[in-house]
């Protein structure tokens, strides 16, 4: 019987989906885990399903001689290392799309968190009720930052809620509910910026301080998507130049001074990391990652791909 390797446990649902489609599993507690596995068992893994966002351990490529797939059970596949799957004639995939909703809902919150100055409106005497005034969303111009699914849904929301969508892209786009733009004015002219694109090396640390001094609004900030796209440090500035109104984190840099600062900074509200983490995203990206599998293995190919193997 072929056998799964699940680096990180999946939902029960997603674990029955598994054996009704003939397969076997064991579970490690995440992609670092490489050393629990006993040799004897190397040649049984077909496929794997990468549920954390801890780096793949190399092992797991390099000492597995019939593994055919790496499934990400999400979206982002910055911590497979993609090169040495491809070398390895391994399929990398993702499944794109399976958590939009949840992370364009977590950016909403935020959004309104921050917008409606929550942090300030704490069970607020009727004496401090000066404490307590937001803003509307209305009409407020929101720039995009990224089209794919998950920016796409939140500009959609956006949209619906009243809001002027404008958006960036590398490459050219169509909607009839947003423009596009340039990412100099997408930050010169946002009351509201919300970042949605993958990490790679043309984007990593794409917001940089002398992007942020091309604001005019004093616009909220949201990252959802990779804490690589801004350091911690930049934010900082932004927030103590009087660039940035407030900032809405769902991600951030691995400096612990600037993260501290930034958790103790009465603008900043952040969450640890659980956009996408509802209970329809997981069912859908698990099962998404599992059909991935099924089809390297069974018909040689995943639906989703993000590798080209020859």
Known sequence: MNKLLLLGDLVP?????????GYNFDVLPDAQSFAQLSPQDFPEYEGIIVRNIEPVDPKFITELPNLK?????GAGTDNVPIELATNSNIWVSNTPGANAQAVAEHALALVMYLLKDFGNNKMAKKTDLSKAVGAELHGKTVGVVGWGFIGKKFAEIMSVLGANVIFYNRSKRTTDFAKQVEL????ST???????IPVTADTKYLVTSELIRKTKKQPILINTSRGELVKNSVLLNGLQEGLLKAVG???YDNDETSLEELIANPSVVITNHSAALTTESLEAMAFGAIENVDAAIKQGKPLNPINALN
């Open 249 to 251: 984190l769902d991600v």
């Open 13 to 21: 649902q997603a674990k029955q989906k598994i054996l009704d489609l």
């Open 184 to 187: 100099d004015e997408l930050f």
């Open 69 to 73: 797939i790496i499934a990400r059970n």
């Open 190 to 196: 946002s009351d509201i910026i919300s970042l949605h």
